[in-house]
C-alpha cells in the first residue's frame, strides 16, 4: 500500500442530497475514514468549489456549465461544504478543485509529493465523475490505487457497477471498506 493517503472525495452536502440512496453510503465512508485515521494514513478531503462570476467556466465545457446551472459548487454555499456526517478533523487536509479530477486546478499533487504519498485509497461521489477522472489522472502519475467500492456512489447504480466490477480493477486494487480495514490491519 505504500505510503497512503485516503482521498474522499466530493462528499458535499448538495452531491450526497442528490446521490444518497439511503443505503448506508455515509457511515461506511466514516468507518473508511475512522479507520485511516487509526492506522495513521492521511486523510485528504477533496471538494468542487467554483468563484462567484462563471470566471472558470467555460461554454465548451459542457459539465462545468450544466454544474453552475444547476446552482451546484459555488464558493462558499453551504451546500458546497463538506458532509457533516464525515466531516474533516484538526488534522485532515482539506483541498479545492476546479473541475472533474482531485487534481484538476487545485495542490493535491503538491500535498502528496510534500508528504511522499505513493499510493492513493479513492472514495466519493460520484463514481463515474470525480472517482474515475482522479483514478485515469492519478494512473498518468504512477500512484498506486486502491477504490472502496462501497465508500463510491454513484446516481447510475448500472454505471457503478460497471467501473467497480469491470473496468477499476484492470487498474486498481479493489476492495469493500470492510475487506480493506482488514488489509490495513493486517500490514
Same mark, same amino acid.
Given at each position: ?12 452536502? /448538495? =452531491? *450526497?442530497?442528490?446521490?444518497?440512496? !439511503? &443505503? ?8 473508511? #475514514?475512522?479507520? %485511516? +485515521? ?53 488534522? /485532515? =487536509? *482539506?483541498?479545492?478543485?476546479?473541475? !472533474? &479530477? ?8 503538491? #500535498?502528496?509529493? %510534500? +508528504? ?72
Amino acid at each position: 500500500m505504500g505510503n497512503s493517503a485516503l482521498l474522499v472525495m466530493d462528499v458535499q452536502e /448538495d =452531491v *450526497v442530497a442528490i446521490a444518497d440512496d !439511503g &443505503s448506508g453510503y455515509l457511515p461506511r465512508l466514516r468507518r473508511a #475514514i475512522d479507520g %485511516a +485515521r487509526a492506522a495513521g494514513i492521511t486523510v485528504i478531503y477533496v471538494k468542487m468549489a467554483l468563484r462567484p462570476g462563471d470566471s472558470e467556466v467555460s461554454p465548451r465545457n459542457k459539465v462545468i456549465t450544466n454544474v453552475v446551472r444547476a446552482g451546484l459548487f459555488a464558493e462558499g454555499a453551504p451546500g458546497t461544504e463538506i458532509h457533516h456526517d464525515v466531516a474533516p478533523q484538526e488534522d /485532515d =487536509v *482539506v483541498i479545492t478543485k476546479r473541475r !472533474g &479530477s482531485a487534481f484538476s486546478g487545485s495542490d493535491l499533487d503538491l #500535498i502528496l509529493r %510534500a +508528504r511522499d504519498i505513493d499510493s492513493l485509497v479513492l472514495t466519493g461521489i460520484a463514481t463515474s465523475a470525480v472517482v474515475l477522472s482522479t483514478l485515469w489522472h492519478a494512473i498518468d502519475l504512477d500512484f498506486g490505487l486502491t477504490v472502496l467500492t462501497d465508500a463510491c456512489l454513484d446516481t447510475d447504480p448500472e454505471v457503478h457497477t460497471m467501473l467497480t466490477e469491470r473496468l477499476f480493477p484492470l487498474w486498481a486494487d479493489v476492495f469493500t471498506v470492510e475487506d480493506w480495514l482488514k488489509a490495513v490491519a493486517a500490514r
